[in-house]
């Protein structure tokens, strides 16, 4: 979520309960996963390291696996484009915790503040590099509630919120830290996916599986499927438009929230291609791009929808976990095992591990800063791409 410059859209996102984007990726990259005896969607009996699994992480990972796996491996879909030889030679930029002060190298969340600064979100803490020096934060050394943030948003004063499964959300004013729970506030659930601050200055977290929540500094507020019009509980990403409208990604499509008024699109109603939608970006003409982890991505003006896959487009993968529209217009499609793909609406060009400088073609969350520099968090650190 949460960048000032084009993290498009703040918040950011994403679901314990259903985690292809994530936890798929973590487990195979990092926890050496050893999975048997799959039994969609909600049986699979997996190891870590050895130790059984607990049953919570079985279930979730039970419907990555049907998604990621059918989806992305029965049907694939990752186009391997050559990059065109007339645009700029890119440079790209690998940090990890080889070779930098980075904590982790699972990337969660990525957000850019005022100043400047880089703020990564790994399995270890939070990272913040200022272009020479890094400075990490975890519950070791800081008031950090969790050292797993799932979402970072940035609000006008500078107060950076950090949403974290299981524990709730942590502001840090770059002096103290305050932690708001659903035991001490009004905080439906500490299990969060997603956190965005709108332009009247609310914040807007979207749980796992409770709704969403606004917290106005004094007051909060529960949204959910029984007293709103929000389409599912589990909201993966919160995006906010120029008119202040609230877009929550979830389960069970896509709801626009204007303060009033709730308006749901999914597969039912409209031409949105999946009703499962887990990022999002808005361009400068007001349109929505949202990301599914199966079918592309769809495209709506307000009153025209467009999908775009690795059947009819240029995309790399249909499994899109981030968007971002950079300063020319052009919108950047991170996906889960295609590499990074360029639109700038006649054209597509893919950057993967094979034909770049992409050290990792499995792209979680993805910022823009104010030179342009595009930050890509992987599985196996933080990349910069200048083109």
Known sequence: MSCLFYRNVPGASHSWRYQPLLFFIFALKTLDLN????????????????RKAPKMLKRRLGFILSISMIAGLMFPGCKKNPTNSSQPTPIWTTYNTSNSGLAGNFILAISVDGRGNRWFATENGVSRFDGVNW???????SGLVSNFVASIAIDSSGSKWFATWSKGVSRFDGRAWVTYTSSNSGLASNWLNAVAVDKAGAKWFGTAWSGVCRFDDTTWNTYNTLNSGL???????IAIDSSNNKW?????GVSRFDGTNWTTYNTANSDLVSDTVVTAAIDASGDEWFGTVRYGVSRFSGTTWNTYDTANS???????AAIVIDHYGKKWFGTLGGGLSKFNNTGWVTYNSS?????????????????????LGTGSGVVRLHE
Do not use: C, R
């Open 35 to 50: 999975i048997q005896n799959i039994k969609l969607p909600t049986e699979i009996n997996i190891h870590l390291h050895g």
């Open 135 to 141: 400075t990490t934060y975890d519950t070791s050394n």
């Open 231 to 237: 389409a599912n509980n589990s909201v993966w990403f």
């Open 248 to 252: 929550f990604m979830t389960d069970g």
């Open 314 to 320: 240029g995309l790399a993968s249909n499994l899109v």
């Open 355 to 375: 034909n770049s400088g992409l050290t990792d073609d499995y792209i979680l969350t993805m910022a823009i800063d104010a030179y342009g520099y595009i930050w």
